[in-house]
């Protein structure tokens, strides 16, 4: 089973930027994808890309977050700019490819001053 593994998560100010990477063991996925889920709230997709760059991102985060992939090194990308506390989750990896599918362990992004 392909294994997804984040790093790059931590603690940042408001305003502020961060990068997530998403690194993937085996196969390449068609799809790779964000979700996070803050405290309390149901897990929602931030971003997607598809393996030819199609990108599609939620409304909360268009003009701030950017996902890219290295298809060679088998990784995904979320930049995050212009944070904000709301955007306060653990950020989940999530890769597709047919009928099969993995999940990153997750990483914690807190945005506060």
């Known amino acids: 089973q392909v294994q997804l593994v984040e790093s790059g998560g931590g603690l940042v100010q408001p305003g502020g930027s961060l990068r997530l990477s998403c690194a993937a063991s085996?196969?390449?996925?068609?799809?790779y994808a964000w979700y996070r889920q803050a405290l309390g709230k149901q897990r929602e997709l931030v971003a997607q890309?598809?393996?030819?760059?199609?990108?599609n991102y939620a409304d909360s985060v268009k003009g701030r977050f950017t996902i890219s992939r290295d298809n060679v090194k088998k990784t995904v990308y979320l930049q995050m700019n212009s944070l904000k506390p709301e955007d306060t989750a653990v950020y989940y990896c999530?890769?597709?490819?047919?009928?099969?599918?993995?999940w990153g362990q997750g990483t914690q992004v807190t945005v506060s001053s």
């Open positions: 085996g196969n390449i996925f068609s799809i």
């Open positions: 999530y890769g597709g490819l047919g009928s099969s599918s993995s």
């Open positions: 890309i598809t393996f030819a760059g199609s990108t």
